[in-house]
Structure formats: structure tokens, C-alpha cells
């Protein structure tokens, strides 16, 4: 009886834990249904479907434009300097150069502000312009995501992203959607495969 009572509890054991092992195996299997996530490079689609040139032309044109209007302020500013130093003489008092030498502080304060307010324009815009993008292509990354099996999508990003299976990338699939869907005139500047 007491030969049997080891191969028992051992039996036992192997039993116990082979329905643990089992068990896990089924609930990473459960985990893993459902759970895939999809990749999407947000720049490869840009650069591959030519918006990411036409996003860099349309900041570029309004960064001309808040450029010529601060070389506008700035040289109102530097006739109005100018002006003010002439109307103060030769030889002007203690008090009237503590005033102008403010009234040049002012002025390049201003300047300054008006600069920081046209870079925040500028990045403004440009968030604008890739909220505009991300949300084009929304309905496109969710179908192509759905082809996958996937129930979530990221973006590609190196600071986030350590690692992906390239069969849950879907940035192709996007392209071709994101081709699919253009006029013909911005179709001639899209590249549906990777260019390296």
C-alpha cells in the first residue's frame, strides 16, 4: 500500500498541475483573441501618398507670411525707435535717456512677444494639419485593422514603439486606401509600396 501512496500523490501532483498549465495556456489563449493591435506609421503613409510635401509647403507658405508681417513690425518699430531718438536732441537729459531706453526695451519686448505668438501660429497649424490627416485616415486604419483581426490601433512612434510583429503593421493597407480614395492628380505623386 505505501508503494502505491508516491505514484498516487504523484499522479496527483502531475494532474494538479498539468490543469494549472492547462489553464494558463487557455487564458493566455483568451488573452490573446481579440487583443492584436495594429501598427500604423503615420509619416510612411504621409511621405508615400505626397502630403507630407504638401504639409511642408502649406507651413512653409504661412511661415513667409508671419515672417513678412514681423519684418513689417520690426521696421515700424525700428522708424518709431528712430523717430523718438531723433526728437530727444543731441544732447539729451538723464531722464529723457532713461525714457528712451525703455521705450527701445518696449519695443523689443514687443517684437519678441510677436514672434513667440507667430510660432505658436505656426504650430498650431501644423497640428491642425495633422489632426486633419489623422482623421482622414481613421475609417481607413479601422478597416484595415478589422482585416487583421485587430481591435486597437497605434502609431508608429520610436519613443513609444519598441517593437512590433510587421503582420500587424497595416500602414500599406492605409496607403493603398488612402490611394484608392485620392484624385487622380494627387494619385501621380503616390508611391504605394515602402521607398527607402
Given at each position: 500500500?505505501?508503494?502505491?501512496?508516491?505514484?498516487?500523490?504523484a499522479?496527483?501532483?502531475?494532474?494538479?498541475?498539468?490543469g494549472?498549465?492547462d489553464?494558463?495556456q487557455?487564458a493566455?489563449k483568451n488573452a490573446?483573441?481579440g487583443?492584436?493591435i495594429?501598427?500604423?506609421?503615420?509619416?510612411?503613409?504621409?511621405?508615400?501618398?505626397?502630403?507630407?510635401?504638401?504639409?511642408?509647403?502649406s507651413?512653409?507658405?504661412?511661415?513667409?507670411?508671419?515672417?513678412?508681417?514681423?519684418?513689417?513690425?520690426?521696421e515700424?518699430?525700428?522708424?518709431?525707435?528712430?523717430?523718438?531718438?531723433a526728437?530727444?536732441?543731441p544732447?539729451?537729459?538723464?531722464?529723457?535717456?532713461?525714457?528712451?531706453e525703455?521705450?527701445q526695451?518696449?519695443?523689443?519686448?514687443?517684437l519678441?512677444?510677436?514672434?513667440?505668438?507667430?510660432?505658436a501660429?505656426?504650430?498650431?497649424?501644423?497640428?491642425?494639419?495633422?489632426t486633419?490627416?489623422r482623421?482622414?485616415?481613421?475609417?481607413m486604419?479601422?478597416?484595415?485593422?478589422?482585416s487583421?483581426?485587430?481591435?486597437?490601433?497605434?502609431?508608429?512612434n520610436?519613443?513609444f514603439?519598441?517593437?512590433h510583429?510587421?503582420?500587424?503593421d497595416?500602414?500599406?493597407?492605409?496607403?493603398?486606401?488612402?490611394?484608392?480614395?485620392?484624385p487622380?492628380?494627387?494619385?501621380?505623386?503616390?508611391s504605394?509600396?515602402?521607398?527607402?
Open positions: 500500500m505505501r508503494k502505491f501512496l508516491p505514484l498516487f500523490a499522479i496527483t501532483i502531475t494532474t494538479i498541475f498539468s494549472c498549465f489553464g494558463e487557455q493566455e490573446t483573441q487583443s492584436i495594429a501598427v500604423v506609421d503615420l509619416d510612411d503613409v504621409a511621405k508615400r501618398v505626397g502630403r507630407d510635401k504638401l504639409f511642408t509647403e507651413l512653409a507658405q504661412r511661415q513667409t507670411a508671419l515672417n513678412d508681417e514681423l519684418v513689417k513690425m520690426q515700424d518699430l525700428r522708424t518709431k525707435v528712430n523717430a523718438k531718438q526728437s530727444l536732441g544732447n539729451p537729459s538723464e531722464t529723457a535717456a532713461k525714457e528712451f525703455q521705450f526695451q518696449q519695443a523689443g519686448t514687443e519678441n512677444q510677436a514672434l513667440q505668438a507667430a510660432q501660429k505656426l504650430a498650431e497649424e501644423q497640428a491642425v494639419l495633422v486633419r490627416f482623421e482622414e485616415i481613421r475609417p486604419a479601422q478597416e484595415a485593422a478589422k487583421i483581426g485587430a481591435t486597437m490601433v497605434v502609431t508608429k520610436d519613443a514603439l519598441l517593437m510583429d510587421a503582420k500587424h497595416i500602414t500599406d493597407k492605409v496607403v493603398a486606401a488612402l490611394i484608392a480614395k485620392a487622380s492628380a494627387s494619385k501621380a505623386n503616390a504605394p509600396t515602402p521607398v527607402n
